[in-house]
Nanobody
């Protein structure tokens, strides 16, 4: 299993970012996928997941209404659209096929 996340960066509060994850080494279209994040000095936190067909999604309460998870099974890609970003969203974000986790991409929200 290989998971390569990208799309992180530094944005101001209220800004947007779209994270992408390229998946390799398994049958992506059959796998439920998740995004986790880890802020400095804090434990790993589940953010969102999506079922294999992309029809069922779930979110941690703190991002509901602001983040949208999606997938493209034809391209073996997972996405996380993040809007109305807040400083507390600052973290390394990981694309995950539990228990496998990619290398992460840094998101920094600061004025």
């Amino acid at each position: 299993v290989q998971l390569q996340a990208s799309g992180g960066g530094a944005v101001q509060p209220g800004g947007s970012l779209r994270l992408s994850c390229a998946a390799f080494g398994f049958t992506f279209s059959s796998a439920a996928m998740s995004w986790f994040r880890q802020a400095p000095g804090k434990e790993l936190e589940w953010v969102s997941n999506i079922d294999s067909g992309g029809t069922t999604t779930r979110y941690v309460n703190s991002v509901k209404g602001r983040f949208t998870i999606s997938r493209d099974n034809a391209q073996n890609m997972l996405y996380l659209q993040m809007n109305s970003l807040k400083p507390e969203d600052t973290a390394v974000y990981y694309c995950t096929k539990v228990p496998f986790r990619g290398q992460g991409t840094q998101v920094t929200v600061s004025s």
